[in-house]
């Protein structure tokens, strides 16, 4: 299982409420760590989003509610990215399910027509 797959199962049970945010976050700042050695801009930029997130809630920018609401899209992203497209690749997917946006719609539909 890649690192952002990991990173996602375990913000699925955080949002589902079947773990603490303590739990979830003293489960997270291991895998943050092991991202330092990584190459895998998906898992950090997904991993840098969240730890942002959770400290915007312990300065009380954001209820928990708030937090598990923000985080909830990103649980469901993971289950669209495993949806094949035809000429699409699934990391192209999981850029677009992780805001890259546009840009990365751009890229493959040129990449597609051209």
């Known amino acids: 299982?890649?690192?952002?797959?990991?990173?996602?199962?375990?913000?699925?049970?955080?949002?589902?409420?079947?773990?603490?945010?303590?739990?979830?976050?003293?489960?997270?700042?291991?895998?943050?760590w092991d991202l330092e050695a990584s190459t895998d801009p998906l898992a950090e930029s997904l991993a840098s989003r969240l730890l942002l997130r959770i400290a915007e809630f312990s300065n009380g920018d954001?209820?928990?509610?708030?937090?598990?609401?923000?985080?909830?899209?990103?649980?469901?992203?993971?289950?669209?990215?495993?949806i094949s497209f035809a000429g699409a690749t699934s990391e192209l997917i999981r850029e677009v399910a992780l805001g890259a946006g546009s840009f990365a719609v751009g890229r493959s539909l040129a990449g597609a027509s051209g």
């Open 62 to 82: 954001l209820t928990e509610e708030e937090l598990r609401a923000d985080f909830r899209p990103l649980v469901q992203s993971q289950r669209e990215s495993s």
């Open 1 to 32: 299982m890649e690192i952002d797959e990991q990173i996602r199962a375990g913000l699925m049970r955080y949002v589902r409420q079947e773990t603490t945010l303590e739990e979830f976050e003293a489960w997270l700042t291991p895998l943050v």
